[in-house]
């Protein structure tokens, strides 16, 4: 998603769902070594296929800078029991190593020489504040104004909206402050009815032009969840010229 980046309006489309959010758990229940069950997974990369299985199962997973073992080779993969670590480690290339962690019942898998380069996700926003109505889409969006904003100040808005699904749900309150951006999606996805986010590099030359280094994939929203994890892996692809 790219936002014009001289215009001084940043207007963001509202939920149609005004009333207040409801208590409830978190729809992150599953953790890294829960025993799954059967499993089976079909699909042209582990990331879809994880995707897919997360949307099933009550997953939460975050896909940061994801190498080339999980952008391809196609996967049809049947078990009769396992947890989400030993699915992981069938993909994960040990010549590649990854930092597999939870946090808010999200698992991400972070590939360990991304410990020292430089990520927007690294950047420690003063404060996040999301009002009762705010969607997942918007607070992801807004986390990237928010970014753009701090990097540069004299800039007073932008301009940009996004799509609004009938079925979105609301993530908030939330009153976070000097956390993360990779805290911050964590907790927005944690506080969802069901979903993972993925990112690139996020190199902070990603923000010249307001692009998103990271997507969100809302399992609320069906087919279209596993589709925006297919556009991810296909970007990833491209990126790293991979075929």
Known sequence: MKLPALVLLFACT??????KK??????????VTDSLGPVHLQAA???????????????????????RDLLEPAVDLTLAKA???????????AARPYDITEDQGVISVRPKKNRHSPSLLDIVLPAFNAPPTETLEEASVSLNVMLILLRKPKITGLGGGIGVWPNDETIGPIKEKDKTVRDLLDLAVSRSNGASWMSGPCNPKDL??????????????????????KTFVAAQRRRRKLH
Request: charged share 20%; proline share 6%; with cysteine.
């Open 83 to 93: 947890s989400p670590r030993a699915i992981l480690d069938r993909f994960l290339n």
């Open 22 to 31: 409801e208590e409830r758990p978190s729809a992150c229940t599953i953790h």
């Open 14 to 19: 509202a939920s149609a769902a005004a009333e």
């Open 208 to 229: 010249r032009n307001g692009t998103l280094c990271w997507t969100v994939a809302q399992y609320s929203h069906g087919d279209a969840a596993l589709e925006t994890a």
């Open 45 to 67: 990369s582990p990331i879809e296929a994880l995707i897919g299985l997360a949307r099933d199962r009550h997953l939460c997973f975050a896909f940061e800078n994801p190498g």
